[in-house]
């Protein structure tokens, strides 16, 4: 690795970093302003002509706004997990490719953060879906009962293909390199000759 290699690393990683920090810091602090205003005077109240109340609302607003920035942030997750366990970031120059490990892992952290954005809109949006749906509101529980499976399904596929590649890394770790193991097996027998 050249120290220009280096360089890019660290800056890549140092952005990535600051950059999903700061939109995570900003999801939090969103949901503190909602704590906030859910507080003010009347907001248990129903909006007029509706069967939902102001906090409803408010909550419904908040939830769409972190789950798009959780869904926004989900690709700079994913680029920090392969970074810490070791991949290269996707643009770099060299011609090394990522561990699958390093691979699998971050796309496992893609999907999960984009589960997590879905069941924040599901959690954040039926106070106000379930009581204008009324007896419709299973189509809402449907709608992302589907939603939510389009990342679980890749979830579970990320995982299926990292069980290989971590089973042999673990193996590697505690029995020693499969081509080690062939080199000592051969060295430590003696032939039939005596030799």
């Known amino acids: 690795m050249s120290p220009n290699d280096s360089a890019i690393g660290t800056a890549l990683d140092r952005d990535t970093v600051r950059s999903a920090s700061r939109l995570l ?5 969103v949901v503190g302003v ?3 205003v859910t507080l003010l005077p009347g907001i ?19 939830a769409l706004a972190v789950a798009g920035i959780l869904l926004y942030a989900a690709p700079k997750f994913a680029l920090l997990t392969r970074l810490a366990l070791g991949g290269r970031a996707a643009d770099s120059e060299s011609d090394a490719r990522p561990s699958r ?47 939510a499976l389009v990342p679980v399904v890749f979830l579970v596929a990320r995982l299926t293909v990292t069980v290989d590649p971590l089973a042999d890394a673990i193996a590697d770790r505690v029995a020693g390199d499969e081509g080690d193991g062939d080199a000592s097996a051969a060295t430590a027998t003696p ?5």
Do not use: K
């Open 101 to 147: 490990i390093a691979e699998n892992a971050g796309g496992t952290a893609y999907w999960l953060v984009v589960f997590g954005a879905v069941l924040v809109a599901y959690r954040g949006l039926a106070g106000v879906a379930v009581p204008l749906l009324n007896d419709a509101a299973w189509a809402y529980d449907a709608a992302f009962l589907f939603a």
């Open 25 to 29: 810091i900003g999801a939090l602090a």
């Open 44 to 62: 248990d109240r129903l909006v007029p002509f509706a069967s939902v109340i102001f906090a409803a609302v408010a909550t419904g607003v908040v």
């Open 34 to 36: 909602l704590a906030v």
């Open 191 to 195: 032939d039939r000759d005596g030799g």
